[in-house]
């Protein structure tokens, strides 16, 4: 396979956390991203699952360097971008680029929908390619390409003097991708594209944003916390707890078979419009919330929610993202991963297991 | 073990039920034609739900299903009297043992509201007093409603808490909602709604803001209540798949009508109206094979049809023709076991799908009696 896209090494973003008006002291850190690797192929759709205040937005960021990374390193097509200038960084930006989650706080609302999607051409000039169709920069070039991306994204030509408080949440989102997708970029970071907008409305967003990865040939990363949409669009899948990934597949084998207790249980956790699946399926419940990331657990981070937690390892050792054996290079960060797969190693607490709900006494009486 | 999954201790909230055995038969809440309307001075008269009926009996869920701008909040706001007085009408009747809520005068419809009715909001950072702290909010309820002393309500609400799964509700309750985590929050504020062991409790989208692992917990909390008590439960929700783990009755809602209403697994094995059809065929499934394309439903919820002119559904309707544009479309009895809906040209029912769910063992007999969620035990991931 060619070199990868994006490379992704120990990367770290800890916010100091600071006490005292006059003298700042730093009384410690919020490890938003703990030491993350990653590692995207040219052409593919990476996911990141996560609950909120995992540090997955923050990751996403940091790659853009939008959130100036406090260690390890970020490679894009061969160069670091840790170590660039800032205009080198700023030309480099014009092949990355982001869609946000939510479109109204994105978009500038005075700006009409022909500025909004020609202000990046103004500071990054046309694509080689559009230089062909479009000719030289200029308004009138711009003009022509911005009009031509909104017919891409299916949005009437009409919307160009329109103003964002005008446009449907569904459509302000198209907005939004054509902005990011006008520069022609390799890599599209899109941070919860989807969960601002209305059910039927967030379809016609993937399959837009599918169309659109077919048609420019775009690499994405995929952050969102509803794991069947992230399921939908990527190709492979991280799942982040905590500032870390704590597995990695593709996206068919991690539904299939769940390898990490978390991704066991967030999986079970995810209800499907379905009742005869809803009501056949067992469900593995974890107890209270996500601990705080400024002092996070010892050991293995999960190890103080984990329904599969083991006497020794858990609370002393870190586990590393490592491949499990004999399930086809998959990543997993648990010691006791391979166990869990055999079913050597049980949920240890029995009332954390909620058995399918066969035989409610109140059933009988309904209806 | 004493504690079961949700922390709730081993069926206390059964025993210390004051209401005695509960009659699952009765009707507990009859909502029947409620209307209402929002007019602002010299402004257009919207209507924000238009003939919205459906019935509630104790142990039982009965979902309101629809995006935002569909009117299911209004119609639970409605119900609860909770509505501005002011440019705004209500009409129909919302019977509660035979009493109408929507005419009842404030003061007894304050007395029943927190004692007998109760509600979960969807965002509990705006609906608990951001200055007060969280153990005043539960005990002002029970200080409300019933004749105990600040003590006993104190420990009362200690008690609340815990079964409620919050863990040290003693410091708990001296903080402010802000150094809750926001699962600890939707909990508190549940716990505020059962204080006084409610019959009728209407939850608000009460786990849209959480999650998905402390959706779970907070569900199977709700389920706990609704098979132990019997404490009867509409659920408003836009999430299709909370619905078919938790509903007995659902009620797809489209701007502001009652669009399709059935039993839930007949709705989400067979639904019939083309805007139920649409979103479950335009949401990802987790359990779906990769690769298949979404079918999206066109256009924006926005793009409506006042009713009276035709179904409001129309402009995004893919069967949509000549006779969908005719005046008040009556939500009408289809195929099976009360379902019912508004549509002029329904899906046709699966004929495949209805056999291979008889010939299928595991699921015999649910498809004849689709209220029977015992089916076949197998596991399933």
Redesign the interface.
Same mark, same amino acid.
Request: aromatic share 4%.
């Given at each position: 396979m060619s070199e990868p896209l994006l490379e992704v090494t120990g990367l770290e973003v800890h916010f100091p956390i600071k006490r005292g008006l006059v003298f700042d002291r730093t009384v410690g850190h919020v490890r938003a991203v703990d030491g993350v690797d990653l590692t995207v192929q040219r052409g593919q759709t990476f996911g990141l699952v996560g609950?909120?205040g995992c540090g997955k937005s923050t990751l996403g960021r940091a790659i853009l360097r939008l959130e100036e990374p406090t260690g390890g390193s970020v490679r894009f097509d061969g160069r670091d971008l840790g170590g660039l200038g800032s205009e080198p960084l700023r030309k480099m930006r014009r092949r990355m680029q982001m869609v946000f989650q939510d479109p109204l706080s994105s978009l500038d609302p005075r700006a009409s929908v022909e500025s909004l999607l020609t202000e990046p051409l103004t500071v990054h000039g046309l694509s080689e390619a559009d230089r062909q169709e479009f000719g030289r920069d200029s308004t009138k070039s711009h003009a022509a390409k911005a009009s031509a991306m909104l017919d891409v994204v299916g949005l009437p030509g009409s919307a160009l003097a329109k103003y964002p408080h005008e446009f449907?949440?569904?459509?302000r989102q198209r907005i939004g991708i054509a902005r990011a997708m006008i520069l022609n970029p390799d890599l599209v970071i899109a941070d919860e594209p989807v969960s601002a907008l #209305?059910?039927?409305?967030?379809?016609?967003v993937?399959?837009l944003l599918?169309g659109l990865q077919d048609l420019l040939g775009l690499t994405y990363l995929v952050i969102a916390?509803d @794991?069947?949409?992230v399921?939908?669009i990527s190709d492979v899948i991280g799942v982040m707890y905590l500032g870390t990934i704590v597995e990695q597949a593709d996206?068919?084998d991690l539904?299939a078979e769940p390898l990490h207790p978390y991704t066991i249980?967030?999986?079970?956790?995810?209800?499907?419009?379905?009742? #005869?699946?809803?009501?056949?399926?067992?469900?593995i419940? @974890?107890r209270?919330?996500?601990p705080s990331p400024a002092n996070p657990p010892s050991g293995c981070r999960f190890h103080t929610r984990c329904p599969y937690r083991q006497a020794t390892r858990c609370d002393t050792e870190v586990p590393a993202l490592r491949p499990v054996e004999g399930a086809g290079g998959r990543l997993v960060a648990c010691h006791w991963a391979e166990d869990i797969r055999s079913g050597a190693v049980h949920v240890a607490d029995?009332?954390? @297991?909620?058995?399918? #709900? +066969?035989? +409610?006494?109140?059933?009988?009486?309904?209806? | 073990m004493s504690t079961s999954i949700t922390g709730v201790e081993d069926r206390t909230l059964v025993r210390r039920s004051a209401r005695g055995p509960v009659n699952r038969n009765e009707v507990l809440l009859e909502v029947r034609d409620l209307r209402v309307t929002f007019q602002r001075r010299g402004g257009v008269a919207t209507r924000a739900v238009d003939g919205v009926s459906f019935a509630v009996k104790p142990g039982e869920v009965v979902g309101i299903v629809g995006e935002s701008g569909s009117g299911k909040s209004v119609t639970s706001m409605a119900v609860m009297g909770l509505l501005p007085s002011r440019g705004v009408q209500v009409s129909g009747q919302a019977l509660y043992r035979g009493r109408d809520l929507l005419t009842l005068p404030p003061g007894e419809l304050s007395d029943l509201r927190g004692r007998e009715l109760a509600m979960v909001f969807q965002d509990p950072m705006s609906s608990l007093n951001p200055v007060v702290p969280v153990g005043t909010q539960v005990t002002e309820v029970l200080l409300r409603h019933q004749d105990i002393s600040r003590a006993d309500a104190r420990d009362e609400a200690e008690d609340l808490l815990r079964r409620c799964g919050i863990p040290d509700p003693r410091r708990r309750l001296k903080e402010y909602p802000h150094q809750l985590s926001g699962g600890m929050r939707q909990r508190a504020l549940i716990a505020i709604a059962l204080a006084c062991k409610p019959a009728l409790l209407i939850c608000d989208e009460p786990t849209t803001a959480l999650d998905v692992t402390i959706q779970a917990q907070v569900l199977e909390l709700l389920k706990e209540l609704v098979n132990d008590l019997g404490t009867a439960m509409v659920m408003i929700t836009h999430d299709l798949g909370v619905v078919a783990g938790l509903c007995d009755s659902v009620n797809v809602m489209y701007a502001g009508r009652v669009v399709e209403s059935a039993a839930r697994r007949e709705l989400f094995g067979h639904p019939r109206h083309r805007y139920t059809e649409g979103l479950l065929a335009s949401i990802p499934r987790l359990d779906a094979p990769r690769g298949e394309p979404l079918r999206p439903i066109p256009g924006t919820p926005r793009d409506v049809l006042g009713w009276d002119q035709g179904c409001a559904f129309a402009p995004r309707c893919r069967h949509a023709a000549d006779d969908c544009i005719v005046g008040d479309l009556p939500l009408e009895p289809m195929g099976r076991m009360g379902h019912e809906v508004r549509c002029v040209h329904p899906a046709p029912e699966h004929v495949e799908r209805l056999r291979s769910d008889l010939s299928a063992p595991v699921v015999a007999g649910t498809t004849t009696d689709a209220d029977n969620s015992a089916s076949g035990g197998g596991e399933l991931r």
């Amino acid at each position: 396979m060619s070199e990868p896209l994006l490379e992704v090494t120990g990367l770290e973003v800890h916010f100091p956390i600071k006490r005292g008006l006059v003298f700042d002291r730093t009384v410690g850190h919020v490890r938003a991203v703990d030491g993350v690797d990653l590692t995207v192929q040219r052409g593919q759709t990476f996911g990141l699952v996560g609950e909120s205040g995992c540090g997955k937005s923050t990751l996403g960021r940091a790659i853009l360097r939008l959130e100036e990374p406090t260690g390890g390193s970020v490679r894009f097509d061969g160069r670091d971008l840790g170590g660039l200038g800032s205009e080198p960084l700023r030309k480099m930006r014009r092949r990355m680029q982001m869609v946000f989650q939510d479109p109204l706080s994105s978009l500038d609302p005075r700006a009409s929908v022909e500025s909004l999607l020609t202000e990046p051409l103004t500071v990054h000039g046309l694509s080689e390619a559009d230089r062909q169709e479009f000719g030289r920069d200029s308004t009138k070039s711009h003009a022509a390409k911005a009009s031509a991306m909104l017919d891409v994204v299916g949005l009437p030509g009409s919307a160009l003097a329109k103003y964002p408080h005008e446009f449907s949440g569904g459509q302000r989102q198209r907005i939004g991708i054509a902005r990011a997708m006008i520069l022609n970029p390799d890599l599209v970071i899109a941070d919860e594209p989807v969960s601002a907008l #209305d059910v039927s409305v967030q379809a016609q967003v993937i399959n837009l944003l599918e169309g659109l990865q077919d048609l420019l040939g775009l690499t994405y990363l995929v952050i969102a916390h509803d @794991l069947a949409v992230v399921r939908h669009i990527s190709d492979v899948i991280g799942v982040m707890y905590l500032g870390t990934i704590v597995e990695q597949a593709d996206s068919d084998d991690l539904y299939a078979e769940p390898l990490h207790p978390y991704t066991i249980a967030l999986m079970s956790a995810i209800p499907i419009p379905d009742p #005869d699946v809803e009501d056949r399926r067992e469900r593995i419940l @974890l107890r209270g919330d996500l601990p705080s990331p400024a002092n996070p657990p010892s050991g293995c981070r999960f190890h103080t929610r984990c329904p599969y937690r083991q006497a020794t390892r858990c609370d002393t050792e870190v586990p590393a993202l490592r491949p499990v054996e004999g399930a086809g290079g998959r990543l997993v960060a648990c010691h006791w991963a391979e166990d869990i797969r055999s079913g050597a190693v049980h949920v240890a607490d029995p009332t954390l @297991l909620v058995e399918p #709900d +066969v035989g +409610v006494p109140a059933a009988g009486a309904r209806g | 073990m004493s504690t079961s999954i949700t922390g709730v201790e081993d069926r206390t909230l059964v025993r210390r039920s004051a209401r005695g055995p509960v009659n699952r038969n009765e009707v507990l809440l009859e909502v029947r034609d409620l209307r209402v309307t929002f007019q602002r001075r010299g402004g257009v008269a919207t209507r924000a739900v238009d003939g919205v009926s459906f019935a509630v009996k104790p142990g039982e869920v009965v979902g309101i299903v629809g995006e935002s701008g569909s009117g299911k909040s209004v119609t639970s706001m409605a119900v609860m009297g909770l509505l501005p007085s002011r440019g705004v009408q209500v009409s129909g009747q919302a019977l509660y043992r035979g009493r109408d809520l929507l005419t009842l005068p404030p003061g007894e419809l304050s007395d029943l509201r927190g004692r007998e009715l109760a509600m979960v909001f969807q965002d509990p950072m705006s609906s608990l007093n951001p200055v007060v702290p969280v153990g005043t909010q539960v005990t002002e309820v029970l200080l409300r409603h019933q004749d105990i002393s600040r003590a006993d309500a104190r420990d009362e609400a200690e008690d609340l808490l815990r079964r409620c799964g919050i863990p040290d509700p003693r410091r708990r309750l001296k903080e402010y909602p802000h150094q809750l985590s926001g699962g600890m929050r939707q909990r508190a504020l549940i716990a505020i709604a059962l204080a006084c062991k409610p019959a009728l409790l209407i939850c608000d989208e009460p786990t849209t803001a959480l999650d998905v692992t402390i959706q779970a917990q907070v569900l199977e909390l709700l389920k706990e209540l609704v098979n132990d008590l019997g404490t009867a439960m509409v659920m408003i929700t836009h999430d299709l798949g909370v619905v078919a783990g938790l509903c007995d009755s659902v009620n797809v809602m489209y701007a502001g009508r009652v669009v399709e209403s059935a039993a839930r697994r007949e709705l989400f094995g067979h639904p019939r109206h083309r805007y139920t059809e649409g979103l479950l065929a335009s949401i990802p499934r987790l359990d779906a094979p990769r690769g298949e394309p979404l079918r999206p439903i066109p256009g924006t919820p926005r793009d409506v049809l006042g009713w009276d002119q035709g179904c409001a559904f129309a402009p995004r309707c893919r069967h949509a023709a000549d006779d969908c544009i005719v005046g008040d479309l009556p939500l009408e009895p289809m195929g099976r076991m009360g379902h019912e809906v508004r549509c002029v040209h329904p899906a046709p029912e699966h004929v495949e799908r209805l056999r291979s769910d008889l010939s299928a063992p595991v699921v015999a007999g649910t498809t004849t009696d689709a209220d029977n969620s015992a089916s076949g035990g197998g596991e399933l991931r």
